[in-house]
């Protein structure tokens, strides 16, 4: 059953990803990746969310934690593309928008993280 709601959960937050850098790449163009940084800051928020929700006040079920975090939110945020495109920046010779896009990430997603957690308290 676990493994059902992991994978249920996956495909509808791979799918959202898709829709989401789809969007992202016609609205703001292709310079920079702000779809994948976009559902990285959008899943480090809703994590927390979740997190702190299920585990510090009991209101979010074990297996819909297990569906939301570890399938949709999974499946929605992704570190295999930030890599690709920071290597991507880097070899395409603009250092400058590689270091923001690692500053960005790690820092935004810090801060969505503990907005989140603020929030939820």
Do not use: D, H
Not at 31 to 57: D, E, Y
Not at 62 to 83: A, D, E, H, I, Q
Request: overall charge positive.
């Amino acid at each position: 059953m676990n493994l059902l709601l992991v994978c249920i959960g996956g495909a509808l937050g791979s799918g959202a990803r898709y829709l989401f850098g789809g969007w992202a790449l016609r609205a703001l163009g292709p310079t920079f990746p702000f779809g994948t940084l976009g559902v990285n800051l959008i899943g480090s928020f809703l994590i927390m969310v979740v997190m702190q929700l299920g585990l510090a006040k009991g209101l979010i079920a074990p297996n819909l934690r297990l569906f939301l975090v570890t399938g949709v939110m999974g499946g929605f945020t992704t570190y295999s593309s930030f890599n690709y495109e920071t290597l991507q920046l880097l070899r395409t010779g603009t250092p400058g928008l590689a270091l923001l896009y690692i500053a960005s990430t790690m820092l935004g997603c810090l801060a969505t993280g503990a907005g989140a957690l603020l929030l939820t308290r």
